[in-house]
């Protein structure tokens, strides 16, 4: 694929981090960029991730064997039809999107469907546009691929493979059932994350005291709330069916345990609680979850100058990568004052090794739990 030419309608935080994963991956590729400000395309070109900056209507496109379709869901489709008649015989149209339908509806309108295979990598962060993307973003993340029934078996072989190697997990499904997958594992928990938070907005006294103490598990649970609400505005419109059911089903569900808790209903209660924390650990120990494995420790450190610093240096100089560090200001449901975060197993162990002969005072995610 080195010889591969990659167009990139749209540079944020995804697109930005697709094309530099392909330039690491493919460095002989050549990669065209377009995006909605002039300067990001150019910071791209700069940055030697992309080779030309081009506009939607220069004729460059139809050199692309890949086009990504990388802006917000609802300018997709039409950045889709002003490229449309550039589109060459060898080229595979695919997006970004966390909702396929209204583009597969757009592809179906122009005839594509054998020139598409829907995508979604399943990654992300609460910072947003091309200065914070990174190839890292997709490494061990879902990426979904939705393929038409006319696309060719061997272009969706071949994108599966791209997807490897930029250090993704290819999974491939029809557009519907991605759709109702991502309502229920994504669309509606920001509903309900957002839900919690202005609850907590409306509930809290003047003197804001529940806001000062949210913290541990509220704080875990409402992080999604960061996310750009024109985005979320977006997703509930163009997914709109599908997060209706299920926020339906929530509600029925958030009805019945009320019920239980106004009748006092202890063994119902438990079961609930049980059932939930049961299906949930059942995600951590499978990679093949939703929810992939974590490598996770807390440290005991010392509040003084420094502290942080030396046990980075410490894993640093035994070529540890961390993942993730972070403080627990909030000792509620957790053990240790610093949180850190491993890309493998191999790595935690070592850590963990290395840090308790260096006389610190380490916390798995087993002991966290209990």
Known sequence: MSSFTFGFIGLGLIGGSIAKALRKEYPGCRIYVT???QSTSQAAVSDHVADKAVSLEDPAWCECDYIFLCAPVETNNANLRSIAPFIGEK???????????????CITD?????????GHPMAGSERIGYANSAPS?????????????E??????RELKNMVEAIGAIPLVLNAGLHDYVTGAISHLPHVISAALVNLVRNEDNEDGIMKLVAAGGFKDITRISSSSPDMWQQICLTNKQNISTLLQHYIDSLESIKSEIDGKCADEIRSFFDSARTYRE?????NSGPIKTEYIITVDIAD???AIASIAALLSDHDINIKNIG???????????LRIEFYKKEHTDSAIRIMQEAGYSIHSKEDMAK
């Open 282 to 286: 059942s995600f951590i120990n499978s």
């Open 327 to 337: 403080i627990n200001h909030n000792r509620e449901f957790a053990q240790g004052a």
């Open 35 to 37: 995006a909605r400000s």
């Open 304 to 306: 003084e100058p420094g």
């Open 151 to 156: 696309t060719p078996d061997d272009r969706v």
């Open 137 to 149: 973003i997709l490494e061990n993340a879902y990426y979904i691929l939705t393929p038409t029934e």
């Open 91 to 105: 080229t595979i149209i695919t997006d970004v999107g966390s909702v396929k339908q209204p583009i597969l509806d």
């Open 110 to 118: 122009l005839g594509l469907k054998s020139k598409f295979i829907g």
